[in-house]
């Protein structure tokens, strides 16, 4: 192939790409198939698989410029291929997020619920009412689980679906468990929140301890110059000084 035409095959190809429907999936974190990604999610998303096209434009024509050649062919190949597999398994940004919310929110919520099955609510009426007391990821989670209980869909269905759930797993075990067992599940909510509380005190403490390491390291180079400074070289200073002296 001619370089010069080179960068018009290139071109081509991205035009290609950009023909080729972006594969789509549910978040990992939602519950049941009606649930849909969240709008935002979806926007970065869509941003994501619409840039990767000219992102792989440019790292082709970069390999291609800096090789040249036949080299530069082949260079501009494996680079294009690259930024291609790897902005397509980038996760977006809205999905961490979302994840990282689930997890901070997900104590309080089972706190809340608890609260709310002990003061004599349903579960479906409580599920609504965390929900939207709430707010966020959570709240919408447990609007979701509500949903397809007021459509009659087997709580113990609903309830090992939850347990699927990466976030919301250990409500949906606990819940399910009390289901199926006939326990109470407003005290299986009660001793999962107790241990959600417990689990993210002791986060806490590790987070901290892990701090307390990494700002080890830093303070004592700060601190190693003036140990030198004021205690290794007057001592090695003494020490030459009374050799002079005594020489």
């Known amino acids: 192939m001619s370089p010069a035409l080179v960068p018009v095959a290139v071109l081509a190809a991205a035009a290609v790409l950009l023909l080729v429907p972006g594969r789509s999936s549910a978040p990992e974190n939602s519950i049941g198939p009606a649930a849909g990604e969240p709008p935002v999610a979806a926007v970065e998303r869509s941003l994501l698989l619409r840039l990767r096209p000219p992102l792989v434009v440019v790292a082709s024509l970069g390999g291609w410029a800096l090789t040249g050649g036949t080299w530069g ?85 609903v309830w090992r679906g939850v347990a699927e759930h990466p976030q919301l797993g250990p409500l949906g075990r606990a819940v399910g468990r009390a289901h199926e067992s006939g326990a109470s599940v407003s005290r299986a909510v009660e001793q999962l929140a107790a241990e959600l509380r417990e689990r993210a005190a002791a986060e806490v403490e590790t987070r901290a301890r892990a701090i307390e390491v990494r700002t080890a390291a830093p303070l004592g180079l700060c601190l190693l110059p003036a140990f030198v400074v004021l205690g290794v070289v007057p001592l090695v200073a003494g020490v030459f000084g009374s050799m002079r002296l005594f020489g």
């Open 73 to 157: 062919l082949a260079a501009a190949v494996v680079s294009g291929t690259t930024v291609w597999v790897v902005l397509g398994r980038a996760e977006d940004p809205a999905a961490v997020r979302r994840r990282e919310q689930l997890l901070e929110d997900l104590p309080v919520g089972v706190d809340l619920l608890a609260a709310c099955l002990h003061a004599g609510g349903s579960a479906e009426g409580s599920l609504l009412v965390v929900g939207d007391a709430l707010g966020g990821p959570v709240g919408e989670e447990l609007a979701r689980i509500h949903h397809r209980l007021d459509m009659g869909v087997d709580p113990v269905q």
